[in-house]
């Protein structure tokens, strides 16, 4: 059985919990980064949900469209008015181009929603990257400072300070 004094029993427990903050940061990271992935496949889906969208509500207007220039033609047929000319003609044509300005509009919409969800799931992307990083750098960051606190006390368990004490004080360049 190891026997350790109080010095090396609290190096020990130094660099135990510089380990469990490593890991934990780590863990937040790792769970970060899967979680901006999440959230970017969320705007992936939600963009092709947008575009189908706005695929079914283009072929509903067609069909309302379709409709009611046929309802134009049989009401102006029946009454023996020539539909391809005056005022049939008109009306027909502006219910073409209302028609076509919306779909020109929701187009329009379904671009910028496609856009803006693309940019959601860039910063996504990016947030998880980030919370990775900053993670892994708080694990460099715990276990360094456990480290270099113990080489600077001496207190490396089972063995002697590896520093040179003379080394930590200042030498006499910037006051």
Do not use: C, W
């Not at 004094?5 to 769970?31: H, P």
């Not at 000319?85 to 028609?99: K, M």
Request: hydrophobic share 40%; charged share 10%; proline share 2%.
């Amino acid at each position: 059985m190891v026997d350790f004094g109080i010095g090396e029993t609290l190096a020990i427990l130094s660099i135990a919990s510089a380990v469990a903050g490593a890991t934990t940061s780590i863990v937040s990271g790792v769970q970060a980064h899967k979680q901006g992935q999440i959230q970017a496949q969320q705007a992936d889906l939600q963009a092709q949900a947008d575009k189908t969208q706005a695929a079914v509500n283009n072929v509903q207007r067609q069909k309302q469209l379709a409709a009611v220039l046929g309802t134009q033609a049989a009401m102006f047929g029946s009454a023996g008015i020539d539909i391809g000319s005056g005022t049939p003609g008109v009306i027909g044509q502006a219910s073409f181009d209302n028609a076509q300005r919306q779909a020109g509009q929701e187009k329009l919409f379904t671009d910028v929603s496609v856009g803006v969800l693309g940019l959601q799931k860039q910063d996504s992307l990016l947030a998880g990257n980030y919370g990775m990083v900053t993670g892994f750098t708080g694990a460099a960051s715990s276990l360094l400072k456990a480290g270099t606190g113990m080489a600077q006390t001496g207190s490396i368990p089972g063995g002697k300070s590896m520093i040179d004490p003379s080394m930590l004080k200042p030498s006499g360049g910037l006051a």
